[in-house]
């Protein structure tokens, strides 16, 4: 069932709009804040808030916080303040705490049209507990609850379902963000334009089986890349040096290919190098990998191969590297994925924390039809399993067309 999105609520006018943002961004080792595009991601729903007269409490987990307060300083919410405020162009309230006295103050002496921000969620020992009297904390200072955080609607923390669950009565929707989101993946998975190619890479498959056994059921073709590629070519029996391998899965491996047979399409050359590192020597092989070696991307057969495949799609949808992309010289399959991608008129849908770095390194995500905001959410929503903190908000008004 669809949801209420903040565009079917009218009247905001002097409301305090509680908003569940994702600004869990990545931080470089000081601190800074290595990528935005989640910060970015929100503002529309926040612009809207601000537009229609409320007051707009924005509230995140960053990082990782392990309850040391010295060690936690680099996952406080001050540089995320910040540059919520100079992409807002309005000054935004930082608060230092997530609940409390602090926080009471501030929304209640919150001239309309202004912006607060609360500290880490994940600060309050109850947040990933989904304790419900933290959480009655939170909802007792918002009128109106938004859930704008897809890249954890996969998650049952307080600020995610307790506190939406809790604020019976009042609104509960979704923010621009994930209502954009849920479009582009039901479209994805009840009516694909066709052909539909699937692209999977990355890391491993053990982290991916439900995803690709969806897709499989959908998809007409699924060209596979990256390490997980290894498994199925052991699977097979096929050697494979070297590379990255989950010895444990070979039965599941065996399973998908047999799921997918017709449709899993194997990488026919590779790019290994004697060692992991971007120093490495390294030679094209096609077929099996010689001992000793490691494959680190695909080949340039299995990339024009691939290209030519996207190009002749309607719809693609793409999560995992083709290889280990980060070291410059095995990033070749990856960025001509993104070039394939950005380059056809199909629609085209990227998905996983890292493969969206990736297109976003290459500066290509704004030739895709979407990026998603989500890893683990992006996989486990194509999986199917129900998003619990989806399910306590406010069901779309079936009036409506
Ligand atoms: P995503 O986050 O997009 O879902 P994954 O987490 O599954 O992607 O995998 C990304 C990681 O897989 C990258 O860090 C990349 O270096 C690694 N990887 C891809 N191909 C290879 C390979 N052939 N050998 C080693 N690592 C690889
Ligand atoms: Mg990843």
Known sequence: MAKKTLRDLN???GKRVLIRVDFN????DDGSISNDRRIRAALPTIRHVLDAGAVAICMSHLGRPKGDPKQDAIY?????????SELLGKPVKKLDQVVGPEVTAAVQTASPGSVILL???RFHPGEQKGDEAFAAELAKIGDVYVNDAFGTCHRTDASMYAVPKLMTGKPRVVGFLVAKELEILERLLTAPARPFVGVLGGAKVSDKI????RLLERVDRVLIGGAMTYTFMQALGQSIGNSRVEADKLDVARELLSLGQGKITLPVDHLIADRLDASAATKIVEGPIPDGWIAVDIGPKTIAQYADIIGQAKMVVWNGPMGKFEDEPFSRGTRAIAE????SSAITVVGGGETAEAVEAFGLDNKMTHVSTGGGAFLEYVEGT???ALSVLDDADERKP
Do not use: T
């Open 11 to 13: 009247d905001l006018s």
């Open 25 to 28: 961004v990545p931080l470089n």
């Open 76 to 84: 406080r919410m001050d540089r995320v303040g910040q540059r919520l």
């Open 119 to 121: 500290e880490n969620l």
């Open 210 to 213: 439900g995803f690709i056994k």
């Open 340 to 343: 394939a991608m950005a380059g």
């Open 386 to 388: 129900p998003f619990k």
